[in-house]
């Protein structure tokens, strides 16, 4: 398995961090994907990678959440790190859009995104999408760069068929699913039976959103086998094959865990 959003260098984790990295090897996960939230936690996104080098891999980028008046200069700093030769980065993110509890940045955030969409083109790296509440503002963000080669995941995937349709539009994107496919009252499931299994990415998002059955505990890369399991029995699959698809589709999005 490949846990391909995980957040597991914050200080939630800082008792148990490397027993949370036992267990996931344990459980079987093979990489840890970390996107980068804003420039606090590049340090410690950074260190984690260096203690796990081949097994955690970081992603830069400025969450549509962490943005604060000084954002253009934080992209500055960020576009710089890109520019060092033989930088660790394997893709842009986590970028995107929140409407959620903020529209005060609505053009802020736009001009954010847009700005790392050109970095992922620049730099032929993929992205790794946040989006809630504002399905229509990013389907129309990316439909102006469909001429460019680029790739991605629409992370934390929760939409509904039609959402799913419009995002898989987009050839070498895929939507990365989580616990959220676990929740009783999701009809996360009911979705994924209209998208084929080689469009979606498994995915955590330690440690948030935690999967049943250890809903309203921590989440931690290892539970990533929870969701497999849910996405095999969507899918009628074994959970061989659906980890075996799955980590195709990774690998795909994200070329450097080919050569591993």
């Given at each position: 398995m490949i846990d391909t959003h995980s957040h597991i260098y914050e200080p939630v984790f800082s008792a148990d961090r490397e027993e949370v990295i036992m267990?996931?090897?344990?459980?079987?996960?093979?990489?840890?994907?970390?996107?980068?939230?804003?420039?606090?936690?590049?340090?410690?996104?950074?260190?984690?990678?260096?203690?796990?080098?081949g097994y955690c891999f970081p992603m830069l980028g400025l969450h549509p959440e962490d943005i604060e008046e000084n954002y253009r200069q934080v992209l500055a700093e960020m576009k710089a790190m890109l520019d060092e030769p033989d930088h660790p980065y394997i893709a842009?993110?986590?970028v995107g859009l929140d409407y959620y509890w903020d529209k005060t940045k609505v053009k802020e955030q736009d001009e954010t995104f847009r700005t790392q969409i050109e970095w992922a083109i620049e730099y032929h790296l993929p992205l790794m999408i946040h989006s809630r509440s504002a399905h229509r503002q990013l389907v129309a963000a990316i439909s102006e760069y469909k001429g460019e080669a680029l790739s991605g995941v629409f992370h934390c995937f929760g939409g509904s068929a039609e959402e799913a349709h419009e995002l898989l539009q987009f050839p070498d994107f895929m939507l990365g699913i989580g616990g959220v496919v676990t929740y009783k009252n999701s009809h996360l499931a009911k979705t994924l039976t209209s998208v084929p299994l080689e469009r979606i990415?498994?995915?955590?998002?330690?440690p948030y959103l935690t999967p049943?059955?250890?809903?309203?505990?921590r989440n931690e890369s290892a539970y990533v086998v929870e969701v497999l399991r849910k996405v095999a029995q969507i899918y009628n699959v074994s959970e061989k094959e659906a980890e075996s698809i799955t980590n195709n589709n990774a690998k795909h999005i994200f070329p450097c865990l080919n050569s591993l």
């Open positions: 267990r996931a090897k344990q459980a079987g996960v093979e990489y840890i994907l970390l996107p980068n939230i804003n420039v606090e936690s590049i340090g410690q996104m950074l260190d984690l990678c260096r203690r796990y080098p842009i993110g986590e990415v498994l995915e955590t998002d330690s049943v059955p250890y809903r309203g505990k």
